[in-house]
């Protein structure tokens, strides 16, 4: 179990670290939301009560194995240690909600937590606060002081809700005893000191209940360590943020479902493989830090991804206790999410740089750096779907290489770059639907195959491969249909060609990925894809006359039939040419002739072979012609923003 032995790791070098302003939760602990705060004096007297703002209820809970993985059908007996819910620690729930007790009059939960709590104060590991909390709990009414204080409502009898309407008392009432009660047990001195922030109390907890479960828990060996130590029988959830309740191991109690799932290989739970519960704890509360701090989200809904209603249930984490968690989070989420530039979502170096540079000089760039992915595969469950452990050096040389060959022009108005579009960008330009009109459109596409996408993506970048083929396909099949876009086709374009043109250079082929127009190419796609640019020129450069016309904002003909001219490209051209010789009549004669200058060059650069017979020149082009069009295009639109006149004739240019 290689991630179980990196997280354990982790968990040693990581656990007093406060990156991100949030510390890995310590064994026999989780973090939880509390809904009133309570404050006792250290004689375990009441001193006030409030609600706690949503913004402000994080706490750290001491629990238990069972408390941990209670359901509502067992969570009545199953109480957490310190700070819980206000049924487990009211005594005085039968006088206010007489529908929360059993047949004997008595709150079964109330008794357990306190049980809990003496057994806890009476043992060596007992801490000044829990006792405070213990006399408050056994000798106050806490329902009786959260009414005087305020808090809760009730009626002149002391029933809470008081409304006179049976029903809504009652769902008032069973709101309330959920509220998650969090204390604060006043010094001698008067000064506030919180359950849950106390690091003596606690260590105390963790003591006392590692101690209690290595007497009385089940004792075998441990899968991980290679140790025989104490192995729970369940483990932990709440995992990942938004599958609460899928866990990493899950484990059946019942003997039905274990012959089910193992057949007759085994005839015993305790055959399968154990995880000890100091083991199981470390690395559920490492992988939640992790995630919780340092993950990114591969969500089709994701923000940052230019999409609708988030949905994430895949995570990637990618760490290395050498470096400062902050700088591998940043070149990942860089990489994935990137940073907007119009509707693009781009990714550029400087995280990179700084990372390579904190590390170029010393070991660290030798040690062994771990990404790995999870996900809920169903709401019970969750998965490692991708794990790879690789050198620091390796992971920034394959992201430096990365940036270096899927890189192009990305431009606005104001504006234009060399960047490299970010994976998320990839996955939606390659298999997402334009969806919505003007600042509200996106590009829509199905959450499973997005995730699927991006992890594909994400798995050559670090092996240093090409680009997937189909995605390849995908990108350029959709820069090939313009017409099905209104405000995407230009970013699908762009990142189309720095994809096409990562693949060429991965596969050696650097003729045709220059960044620059590339005269001297003999590639029949590409010179079909710099013929395309041209003829777009034509027709655009008459619209742009016709600023105030009826069709001055049209599609031009070489868009309509843009998708027709990949798949046939000569006869389409033929079509194509008759259908512009209204529009070349109307250009000045220095503009057409300049046109015809430079058809005629493109043209006398196909070899003979290529265009010996229509079988040979009108099979559908490969990807790298849409680099052949967007170069002409630029160069086109970059001399008729510069309008130099012709350096050899002297001609009007276009």
Not at 88 to 114: L, P, Q, T, W
Not at 249 to 258: F, G, P, R
Request: aromatic share 10%; proline share 3%.
């Amino acid at each position: 179990m290689p991630l179980f032995n990196d997280l354990l790791r982790t968990y040693e070098e990581e656990k007093d670290s406060d990156a991100f302003n949030e510390k890995i939760v310590p064994v026999a602990h989780e973090y939880g939301k509390a809904g009133i705060q309570i404050t006792i004096t250290s004689e375990g007297e009441f001193s006030g009560a409030a609600a706690v703002a949503k913004d402000n209820g994080k706490t750290l809970l001491a629990i238990t194995e069972e408390s941990q993985s209670r359901t509502s059908g067992a969570a009545k007996t199953r109480p957490q240690a310190v700070n819980d819910k206000l049924i487990f620690i009211a005594r005085d729930v039968a006088k206010h909600c007489d529908s929360f007790v059993d047949k004997s009059g008595e709150n079964v939960s109330y008794m357990a937590y306190k049980k809990q709590l003496e057994d806890w104060c009476k043992s060596e590991y007992s801490h000044p606060k829990a006792k405070a909390i213990l006399k408050y709990i056994k000798e106050n009414d806490v329902i009786e002081d959260l009414i005087s204080a305020g808090v809760l409502e009730a009626d002149k009898n002391g029933m809470l809700g008081g409304t006179g309407n049976i029903d809504k008392d009652r769902k008032y009432q069973k709101t309330s005893m959920a509220i998650p009660v969090r204390f604060c047990v006043l010094s001698k001195d008067g000064s506030s000191r919180n359950t849950w922030e106390d690091v003596t109390l606690i260590d105390s907890w963790t003591a006392y209940y590692t101690n209690l479960r290595d007497r009385n828990g089940h004792k075998d060996l441990d899968g991980v360590t290679g140790r025989v130590e104490d192995v729970p029988t369940f483990h932990p959830k709440k995992v990942l943020p938004r599958a609460a309740n899928a866990k990493l191991i899950s484990v059946s109690t019942s003997e039905n479902a274990l012959m089910n799932f193992t057949g007759e290989r085994f005839t015993g739970e305790s055959q399968r493989l154990q995880v000890g519960y100091d083991t199981s704890q470390k690395v559920h509360n490492t992988l939640r830090w992790l995630i919780n701090t340092q993950s990114i989200k591969i969500s089709a809904g994701d923000p940052s991804s230019n999409g609708g209603k988030e949905d994430c249930t895949r995570y990637m984490i990618c760490w290395d206790s050498s470096f400062k968690a902050s700088e591998i989070y940043d070149v990942g989420k860089e990489l994935f999410a990137g940073s907007r530039f119009d509707n693009e979502f781009v990714s550029g170096r400087e995280h990179l740089k700084k990372a390579i540079y904190c590390g170029a000089k010393s070991s660290q760039m030798e040690t062994g750096l771990t990404v790995a992915a999870f996900d809920a595969a169903t709401s019970g469950r969750f998965t490692m779907v991708f794990y790879q452990k690789m050198l620091a050096r390796e992971f920034f040389e394959r992201l430096d290489d990365w940036y270096e060959k899927c890189a192009w022009y990305f431009e606005n108005r104001q504006d234009c770059a060399v960047s490299s579009p970010s994976v998320f960008m990839l996955a939606r330009c390659a298999f997402g639907t334009e969806r919505g009109k003007n600042r509200q459109s996106y590009l829509d596409i199905d959450g499973k195959l997005f995730k699927e996408t991006v992890q594909d993506i994400a798995v050559h970048i670090l092996n240093g491969q090409a680009l997937p083929e189909h995605i390849v396909r995908a990108l350029v099949t959709q820069a090939s249909e313009p017409m099905k876009f209104d405000a995407y086709h230009e970013p699908i374009l762009r990142t189309a060609c720095a994809a096409v043109r990562q693949r060429l250079l991965v596969r050696r082929q650097e003729g045709e990925a220059k960044m620059e127009l590339n005269r001297e190419s003999t590639d029949r796609s590409y010179l079909f894809g710099r013929i395309l640019a041209v003829e777009d020129a034509i027709e655009q450069n008459v619209l742009d006359r016709k600023r105030n016309g009826s069709d001055s904002d049209r599609e031009t003909n070489a868009r309509r039939l843009w998708s027709a001219y990949v798949n046939h490209p000569m006869t389409t051209w033929q079509e194509l040419k008759n259908l512009l010789l209204p529009y070349e009549a109307q250009l000045p004669a220095g503009s057409r002739v300049f046109y015809q200058k430079t058809l005629e060059e493109i043209v006398s650069r196909f070899e003979d072979a290529d265009m010996s017979s229509l079988t040979r020149s009108n099979r559908a082009l490969d990807p790298q012609y849409l680099l052949g069009f967007y170069l002409q295009r630029r160069e086109l639109k970059m001399r008729r923003q510069t309008k130099q006149p012709d350096q050899n004739r002297g001609q009007e240019q276009p």
